[in-house]
């Protein structure tokens, strides 16, 4: 069964960090884009973060820029979001997603919440 | 990047069409064929329901349907059933491997 199971998630205070993984299962995990998609409580989705199929190239989105790093390891079939300097505006379900023409394979997400 | 325009609501009765808008600029929508939607029931994670703008992924059925005009992308569930009622989120490619949704429109069956 193809599958994406994150963990990670968490209460932490603000300026605190965190590391999101998502484990990968049922399919070439080193052949596909992975992202990080994030969706407050209450709110819609928003666009985080990606890498390439071979963890050479990342890009983010502008809110997370210079304080969140994705990366991958294609041995151990796992993504990773290291998370610092987090912010309350950061509390949301974080879900990691293989993209094939969409987002076509979703985790079920890990709750992160940065409150002191 | 700002996010793609939906309604914040539709609704329908069983049996009949619906269709959600998602409106955004030359960069994102109007650039690219890459328009994606989504399905989302409370709780749970998004179930792709179409991509490259008008793809069907095989276990969606042949009533989730979209198109795109200039900016503005549209699905139309046809044949409302109880099932769809959910909140649709649309998604477009945005350049430079950037990636934008939509605010999210909740469909309601009547």
């Known amino acids: 069964e193809v599958q994406l199971v994150e963990s990670g998630g968490g209460l932490v205070q603000p300026g605190g960090s965190l590391r999101l993984s998502c484990a990968a299962s049922?399919?070439?995990?080193?052949?596909?884009?992975m992202h990080w998609v994030r969706q407050a409580p209450g709110k819609g989705l928003v666009w985080v973060s990606r890498v390439n199929s071979d963890g050479s190239i990342t890009n983010y989105a502008d809110s997370v820029k210079g304080r969140f790093t994705i990366s991958r390891d294609n041995a151990k079939n796992t993504l990773y979001l290291q998370m610092n300097s987090l912010r309350a505006e950061d509390t949301a379900v974080y879900y990691c997603a293989r993209t094939s023409g969409g987002f076509d394979i979703w985790g079920q997400g890990t709750m992160v919440t940065v409150s002191s | 990047q700002s996010a793609l325009t939906q309604p914040r609501s539709v609704s329908g009765s069983p049996g009949q069409s619906v269709t959600i808008s998602c409106t955004g600029t030359?960069?994102?929508?109007?650039?690219?064929?890459?328009v994606s939607w989504y399905q989302q029931h409370p709780g749970k994670a998004p179930k792709l329901m179409i991509y490259?703008?008008?793809k069907r992924p095989s276990g969606v059925p042949d009533r989730f349907s979209a198109s795109k005009s200039g900016n503005t992308a549209s699905l139309t569930i046809s044949g409302l059933q109880a099932e769809d009622e959910a909140d649709y989120y649309c998604c477009s490619y945005a350049g430079s491997y950037d990636w934008v949704f939509g605010g999210g429109t909740k469909l309601t069956v009547l």
């Open positions: 049922g399919f070439t995990f080193s052949s596909y884009w």
């Open positions: 030359s960069s994102d929508v109007g650039g690219y064929d890459y």
């Open positions: 490259d703008v008008t």
